[in-house]
């Protein structure tokens, strides 16, 4: 037997938290992409949906890497 303290540490994890930062940027820039998509000639609706898809991809994201955002370490 040890007296050693067998204690698990919650550590953050520095890649999903560049994760998360980067997730936002992408959903914030796509924000602002709609009237740029219009400006380039596409209709209404596809740009719409192109901008849906880069926000639902940019939530899925933030949503995985919140869910490994901490490391335990024993």
């Known amino acids: 037997m040890s007296n050693e303290p067998t204690e698990t540490v919650a550590v ?3 890649t999903s ?3 998360i930062v980067v997730c936002f940027a ?3 820039v796509a ?3 709609l009237p ?8 209404f609706e596809t ?5 849906s898809a880069v926000e639902l991809v940019t939530v899925l994201g933030i ?3 919140i869910l490994n ?3 335990e370490r024993g």
Do not use: D, P
């Open 47 to 51: 740009a719409f949906w192109m901008v």
């Open 63 to 65: 949503i995985y890497f």
């Open 31 to 33: 924000l602002f992409a």
């Open 69 to 71: 955002l901490h490391e």
């Open 12 to 14: 953050l994890n520095l």
């Open 17 to 19: 938290v560049a994760g």
């Open 36 to 43: 740029t998509l219009e400006r380039q000639g596409i209709s």
């Open 26 to 28: 992408a959903a914030a």
